[in-house]
């Protein structure tokens, strides 16, 4: 079985644009949660979405949003980006549904670098 | 609110030693507790997980974990390091109340495994 991918891999933008980050969840998966990755902060929850909905949210202003597609892939998007926003963007997948008990399975991450 | 705390930056340990990675947390209730690996410029990888039962699990590449109810901890161990378990550590939580897979990580420990 294929992991979970993330595209791009590396990303640079500058202050003010919008960017979105795709992931592709392992066969099977309807589970997908999106982290943010930084030195300073860690690893930090985005949001979960299952079955095209989100099911959960973390603590990221609004300009951090989020959709799934009925294939379960999914997109994070970010809009009028920061220097703060500069991190790894890690997408993460689970069967879903059911129990809350299976572990994560993580995407390599898009490094997002913001000038 | 939820919490995990990794309280040492960096563990260094002789190859061939047993090496400890602390883990406490904030969570009422029965929480999921998790322990995820990440090697440089890759994702996280799942360790081990401990979800009910017997305190002591076990998991990949010869690591295991204690669950102290008591003590609100759940360290991670390992009886002889290799020097390839030089990474970075993340302890993790869960609180199955809260339904889905909303995960809430530790700042990570990095352990270094000298030959």
């Known amino acids: 079985k294929a992991g979970v991918t993330q595209t791009p891999r590396y990303l640079i933008k500058t202050r003010g644009q919008q960017v979105t980050l795709s992931c592709s969840p392992i066969?099977?998966?309807?589970?997908v949660s999106w982290y943010q990755q930084t030195p300073g902060q860690g690893l930090q929850f985005l949001f979960e979405y299952f079955s095209e909905t989100q099911r959960n949210k973390g603590n990221f202003p609004g300009r951090f949003s989020g959709r799934q597609f009925s294939n379960s892939r999914s997109e994070m998007n970010v809009s009028t980006l920061e220097l703060g926003d500069s991190a790894l963007y890690l997408c993460a997948s689970t069967p879903g549904g059911g129990s809350a008990n299976y572990e994560q399975y993580f995407g390599p991450g898009t490094r997002l670098t913001v000038t | 609110a939820q919490s995990v705390a990794q309280p040492e930056d960096q563990v260094n340990v002789a190859e061939g030693n047993p090496l400890t990675v602390k883990c406490t947390y904030s969570v009422s209730g029965n929480p999921y507790l998790f322990w995820y690996v990440q090697y440089p410029n890759r994702g996280l990888q799942f360790l081990l997980k401990?979800?009910?039962?017997?305190?002591l699990v076990k998991g990949s590449y010869g690591f295991e974990a204690e669950f102290n109810k008591s003590q609100t901890s759940f360290h991670l161990k390992k009886p002889s390091a290799l020097v390839s378990d030089s990474a970075l550590y993340f302890c993790?939580?869960?609180?199955?109340?809260?339904?889905?897979?909303?995960?809430?990580f530790g700042a990570g420990t990095r352990l270094f495994v000298k030959a």
């Open positions: 993790a939580v869960r609180d199955p109340r809260t339904g889905g897979f909303k995960t809430i």
């Open positions: 401990y979800i009910t039962g017997d305190n």
């Open positions: 066969s099977g998966h309807r589970s």
